[in-house]
């Protein structure tokens, strides 16, 4: 099992920037498929970003080319820098593992969303609010 804590949510202007972090713990030995979701109050649960064990990244089409997704398996932390920030963005940012053999090479964030992918573990969620 895993243990994930996400943590560099808050408050920021139109067009700034964020990183939140997410710290693993327990069994970081496996291979996970990682991913960062988001819901905004009154909204389903969108998958944002996902990053495969061999690094292969993928990203939802609202938010390529803005937001990055990257780990640092020397310490086991999952990260999502993101950048031009707007308010449509706001929303409470989870991230989540799930076993990459499980998911069979499924790790795309498209793949997730269309067949609704469960993961196995999630973080408490971080709060990232955008004003205009």
């Known amino acids: 099992q895993v243990q994930l804590a996400e943590s560099g949510g808050g408050s920021v202007q139109s067009g700034e920037s964020l990183r939140l972090s997410c710290a693993a713990s327990?069994?970081?030995?496996?291979?996970?498929?990682m991913a960062w979701f988001r819901q905004a109050p009154g909204k389903q649960r969108e998958g944002v970003a996902a990053?495969?064990?061999?690094?292969?990244?993928t990203y939802t089409k609202s938010v390529k080319g803005r937001f990055t997704i990257s780990q640092d398996n020397a310490k086991s932390t999952l990260y999502l820098q993101m950048n031009s920030l707007a308010p449509e963005d706001t929303a409470t940012y989870y991230c989540?593992?799930?076993?990459?053999?499980?998911?069979?090479?499924?790790?795309?964030?498209?793949?997730?969303?269309?067949?609704?992918?469960?993961?196995?573990?999630w973080g408490q969620g971080t709060q990232v609010t955008v004003s205009s």
């Open positions: 990053i495969d064990s061999d690094g292969t990244t």
């Open positions: 989540a593992a799930e076993d990459s053999p499980v998911l069979g090479g499924a790790c795309v964030i498209s793949t997730i969303e269309a067949l609704g992918t469960n993961f196995d573990y």
């Open positions: 327990g069994d970081t030995t496996s291979d996970y498929c």
